[in-house]
């Protein structure tokens, strides 16, 4: 077996054999050998990947595993699938049953009737960029919750679900055979709805079955998409796919495969179960939105975006829908005080903006994607484990609560300011995103303006909450010098801190060993090659010079700008001893539930004509 | 782009927004029957506040100060220097960004209130400004260096729409709100002082020179002289436009504006646009 076949199989069965042994494994003690172990193999496989794709100049591998395995995963799936028909008798949901029962005829189906044969597993740049988000921010974040969880008498299974969660997202954007990832689709929606109910409240049994509805849903949409798929183009591989040229009912199966990554990715109109997500414990949130689960949804849209390109209607519906959620949870995103909340809204809207990268299709746009979903992962997990932080010391996630955090926890702080800067200020990676989006969108100007109310509301709600955590209400004063509370977690904040800033340093050889490749797969990308500056057709950045600027404009400031302090506030004549303070969040509940609404209604209509437009265009 | 051109604009920017603050408060002045200060009075406030000593409430407000000050002054060297529009759109906006974090991180109720209506007067005008940046990259290329010609007659409602967002940028009525001087003293700036006070000041006039920047793209000369002149042109028929508005309205309150922008300042972007399309321009 070549280096890159073991490392494959080190991904996905490590993880997989780490669940199984945490779950048995009873005292404390263990749990953190085996987690950390796991994650330290998870890091180290990743990694070997990497130069091992590195050592082939970054051209894909495909692997075609045993026949036996097949006959596993086709059996895993019919487990799984009859895993949800039993959650849907417990939770008593007629439409988690009757979405099984559609997934298991769906299943019949599908093999009945054999497609092309071909590699099952392909890992080309996209793959190894998902697999490094996944082994290397989703280790941190299993072993933050070994600390976080260490009083939940219900250790064990939560941190084995974690575990196992990882080894199915990997083997999931590995796959290049619909049937094999279908399988591990459903596993992560298996596992997320266990993660979510994990607290066993009322609340959370409600987030995880809405959360179950919707995605067995979608993976019926996929199943379909699946099935069809073969009907129309004869395989179930993603690389027999073709780029263009699909017309009429063709379209169909791309239309049904987007819908599954809708309700994956959370988006518009099926953001709900990601919003009611959010009672579960903070690693899990991290876990969700940062490093697996909704990736899957954009991975398998940016695989099949080459296919529907030649279609107008669906790109265009595709990339709208993709532009609503992101200009809608924008929006909301600003009406809210809740910070999980916030960082929720903003995830779908990230997501949203790679959704419309994936409609827009053009070589720039997915440049843009698979920026965003790199970035994002970092800096999100980043920022969600520093919330969990401040929940475990302050008792709440409400930004109102977090006023003179600064002084409290500033490291903390730090860590979230790295994770706000590195999300929305240039020179960070996400901004070099925001602007090939922008120079993208252009081919298609009503995105434009979804975008650029969107982008300022991003830097409103983000730095509102950045203002929160600098206005001390107590007057000035020094911030602590220790931080005691951040002790247990300072490596996994610390590694992600260093993380988004280092990804940043390397936009350029980034984009030109991992995405380029990917992207220049069917499209030639015009620029975009260099190693310090990033060009595109109209435009440049020179994303490495303005990186290295700032540095030094910190450095300078810090050492030399040393203001005095100690002076009283202005108060207009008036004595302010305690500033009064209280967060404005511009729409009234009523108005940002009609906000929501109409948001979910328009994208409700653009996933219609996703499904009509095929046969409207057969017809015709 | 020559550089020796570039190095000219980016000594000429600031200095010319230096003026016409001074031109400004000269006209309103008149426009108001008082006499008005010298036209170089901006300049002696600035050399006067890098000479006081700062007192200073926050420990990060110099490094906010600092971050300003070069964010907007990288904007406009990008621009001077040819660079992609966008991206001196988005670092300039950076820099509005850090004079909020600035007014949190003092414990002043001014300051506190400034900062919040700051961040809503951002989310006013940078989607125009947004829009009208992508305007100009949909007729030919982001790059200032490249704009192409004949922009007026192609877009002239983009512009148009840069007055309200001068007007916000200039701290003039009625979308003075951040600044508000009769209710928040000067809001953001109210617990800046000295040289950091110059900072800011300096940070406002790197932005402004962008801002005017991007509306000479839309006229341009024959020959080198009449190029400057239409350009000087342009951009003081703006400034006009924002002081007449500032005399004749009384302040408006945080709301207004933003439904003002987001809905006629985003609008006459998008008429313009259709009517390009309808038309096949482009």
Same mark, same amino acid.
């Given at each position: 077996m070549a280096t890159g076949e073991v490392a494959t199989a080190l991904l996905v069965l490590v993880p997989l054999a780490g669940a199984a042994a945490s779950l048995l494994?009873?005292?404390?003690?263990?749990?953190?050998?085996?987690?950390?172990?796991?994650?330290?193999?998870?890091?180290?496989?990743?990694?070997?990947?990497?130069?091992?794709?590195?050592?082939?100049?970054?051209?894909?591998?495909?692997?075609?595993?045993?026949?036996?395995?097949?006959?596993?995963?086709?059996?895993?799936?019919?487990?799984?699938?009859?895993t949800f028909l039993y959650f849907g008798w417990r939770t008593r949901s007629v439409l988690v049953a009757l979405f099984s029962v559609g997934e298991l005829i769906m299943i019949g189906l599908l093999v009945a009737s054999p497609g092309s044969e071909g590699p099952a597993l392909l890992i080309d740049t996209l793959a190894l960029v998902l697999v490094l988000i996944t082994?290397?921010?989703?280790?941190?974040?299993?072993?933050?919750?070994?600390?976080?969880?260490?009083?939940?008498?219900?250790?064990?299974?939560?941190?084995?679900?974690?575990?196992?969660?990882?080894?199915?997202?990997?083997?999931?954007?590995?796959?290049?055979?619909?049937?094999?990832?279908?399988?591990?689709?459903?596993a992560t929606t298996l596992f997320s709805f266990l993660l979510i109910g994990h607290a066993r409240t009322d609340e959370a049994k409600n987030a995880a079955r809405l959360a179950l509805i919707i995605n067995t849903g979608g993976g019926l949409a996929l199943l379909m998409g699946a099935r069809?798929?073969?009907?129309?183009?004869?395989?179930?591989?993603?690389?027999?796919?073709?780029?263009?040229?699909?017309?009429?009912?063709?379209?169909?199966?791309?239309?049904?495969?987007?819908?599954?990554?809708?309700?994956?990715?959370?988006?518009?109109?099926?953001?709900?179960?990601?919003?009611?997500?959010?009672?579960?414990?903070?690693?899990?949130?991290?876990?969700?939105?940062?490093?697996?689960?909704?990736?899957?949804?954009?991975?398998?849209?940016?695989?099949?975006?080459?296919?529907?390109?030649?279609?107008?209607?669906?790109?265009?519906?595709?990339?709208?829908?993709?532009?609503?959620?992101?200009?809608?949870?924008?929006?909301?995103?600003?009406?809210?005080?809740?910070?999980?909340?916030?960082?929720?809204?903003?995830?779908?809207?990230?997501?949203?903006?790679?959704?419309?990268?994936?409609?827009?299709?053009?070589?720039?746009?997915?440049?843009?994607?698979?920026v965003l979903l790199l970035y994002h992962a970092v800096s999100k997990a980043l920022l969600f484990l520093a919330v969990g932080v401040v929940k475990e010391v302050r008792g709440s996630d409400d930004i109102e609560d977090m006023y003179g955090l600064r002084k409290d926890l500033p490291l903390v702080t730090m860590a979230i300011f790295v994770g706000i800067a590195t999300l929305v200020l240039p020179p960070f990676g996400m901004f070099v995103s925001k602007w090939l989006i922008s120079e993208a969108a252009i081919v298609f100007p009503l995105l434009a303006f979804l975008l650029a109310v969107g982008f300022a509301s991003i830097v409103v709600y983000y730095f509102k909450w950045m203002g929160v955590l600098l206005t001390s209400v107590t007057g000035p004063g020094r911030p602590l010098r220790n931080d005691a509370s951040l002790r247990a977690y300072r490596w996994e904040l610390g590694a992600l801190s260093a993380g988004a800033v280092a990804i940043s340093v390397l936009i350029g050889p980034i984009t030109h060993y991992l995405i380029a490749p990917f992207v220049a797969r069917e499209l030639l990308l015009p620029g975009l090659t260099d190693t310090l500056t990033l060009f595109t057709a109209g435009g440049e950045l020179q994303a490495f010079l303005l990186l290295f600027l700032a540095i030094v404009v910190f450095l300078a400031a810090r050492l030399f700008l040393r203001p005095a302090g100690g002076d009283t506030p202005y108060g207009g004549g008036e004595a302010v001893d305690e500033l009064q303070v209280g967060g404005d969040y511009y729409l009234s509940e009523r108005s940002a539930s009609r906000i929501s609404r109409a948001g979910t209604a328009a994208s409700a209509v653009l996933v219609v004509l996703l499904v009509v437009a095929p046969l409207i265009s057969e017809v015709l | 782009m020559d550089p020796l051109v570039s190095i000219a604009i980016l000594l000429a920017g600031p200095l010319l927004v230096g003026l016409s603050m001074g031109v400004d408060?000269?006209?309103?002045?008149?426009?108001?029957?008082?006499?008005?200060?010298? %036209?170089?009075?901006?300049?002696?406030?600035?050399?006067?506040?890098?000479?006081?000593?700062?007192?200073?409430?926050?420990?990060?407000?110099?490094?906010?100060?600092?971050?300003?000050?070069?964010?907007?002054?990288?904007?406009?060297?990008?621009?001077?220097?040819?660079?992609?529009?966008?991206?001196?759109?988005?670092?300039?906006?950076?820099?509005?960004?850090?004079?909020? %974090?600035?007014? !949190?991180?003092?414990?002043?109720? !001014?300051?506190?209130?400034? $900062?919040?209506?700051?961040?809503?007067?951002?989310? $006013?005008?940078?989607?125009?400004?947004?829009?009208?940046?992508? $305007?100009?990259?949909?007729?030919?290329?982001?790059?200032?260096s490249e704009a192409p010609?004949?922009?007026?007659?192609?877009?002239?409602? $983009?512009?148009?729409?840069?007055?309200?967002?001068?007007?916000?940028?200039?701290?003039?009525?009625?979308?003075?709100?951040?600044?508000?001087?009769?209710?928040?003293v000067s809001g953001p700036y109210v617990e800046y002082s000295g040289r950091y006070l110059a900072m800011m000041e300096l940070g406002r006039w790197f932005q402004l020179a962008f801002v005017y920047g991007v509306a000479t793209l839309f006229v341009s000369g024959p020959d080198p002289l009449t190029n400057v002149a239409v350009k000087l042109a342009a951009a003081f028929?703006?400034?006009?436009?924002?002081?007449?508005?500032?005399?004749?309205?009384?302040?408006?309150?945080?709301?207004?504006?933003?439904?003002?922008?987001l809905t006629a300042g985003v609008g006459l972007i998008a008429l313009n646009l259709i009517v390009l399309y309808a038309s096949g321009v482009i």
């Open positions: 494994a009873g005292p404390r003690r263990l749990q953190r050998y085996i987690v950390g172990g796991t994650a330290a193999v998870l890091i180290i496989a990743s990694v070997i990947l990497l130069l091992d794709m590195a050592g082939r100049g970054f051209t894909a591998l495909s692997i075609s595993p045993p026949e036996e395995l097949s006959t596993v995963v086709e059996a895993l799936g019919i487990v799984l699938t009859v082994s290397i921010v989703g280790s941190l974040i299993a072993v933050y919750s070994l600390t976080y969880m260490r009083d939940d008498p219900r250790r064990g299974t939560f941190l084995a679900v974690i575990v196992a969660f990882l080894g199915v997202m990997n083997a999931a954007v590995m796959c290049n055979d619909m049937r094999w990832f279908e399988v591990f689709w459903s069809l798929l073969q009907y129309y183009h004869d395989t179930y591989l993603l690389s027999d796919l073709m780029a263009g040229g699909a017309a009429g009912l063709a379209l169909l199966p791309f239309a049904l495969l987007s819908i599954g990554a809708f309700t994956k990715s959370a988006q518009l109109p099926f953001q709900s179960w990601l919003l009611a997500a959010m009672v579960a414990p903070t690693p899990v949130s991290a876990l969700l939105h940062s490093s697996t689960m909704v990736n899957l949804g954009v991975f398998l849209l940016l695989r099949i975006a080459p296919s529907f390109q030649g279609d107008l209607t669906i790109s265009a519906a595709i990339a709208l829908v993709g532009g609503l959620s992101f200009l809608a949870t924008s929006v909301l995103a600003m009406t809210n005080s809740n910070a999980k909340r916030v960082l929720a809204y903003s995830t779908i809207g990230n997501l949203g903006l790679i959704v419309m990268c994936a409609g827009i299709g053009t070589p720039l746009a997915m440049a843009a994607a698979m | 408060r000269r006209i309103t002045a008149r426009m108001q029957n008082r006499r008005g200060p010298p %036209l170089l009075q901006p300049f002696y406030d600035i050399g006067k506040l890098f000479s006081k000593r700062p007192q200073m409430l926050g420990d990060l407000q110099g490094l906010f100060a600092a971050f300003c000050l070069t964010f907007q002054a990288v904007a406009f060297v990008l621009f001077a220097f040819g660079g992609d529009l966008l991206v001196a759109f988005f670092i300039s906006s950076m820099g509005a960004v850090f004079l909020v %974090l600035g007014a !949190y991180s003092a414990p002043s109720p !001014y300051s506190y209130l400034g $900062a919040n209506r700051e961040l809503l007067a951002i989310l $006013a005008y940078e989607p125009v400004l947004f829009l009208v940046i992508i $305007a100009v990259g949909i007729n030919g290329s982001f790059l200032a010609a004949g922009l007026l007659e192609r877009i002239p409602l $983009a512009l148009a729409a840069l007055v309200p967002v001068l007007v916000i940028l200039l701290e003039k009525s009625p979308y003075d709100v951040p600044t508000a001087h009769q209710e928040l028929i703006l400034l006009l436009a924002a002081i007449l508005i500032d005399n004749i309205t009384a302040r408006l309150t945080r709301r207004r504006m933003v439904l003002f922008m």
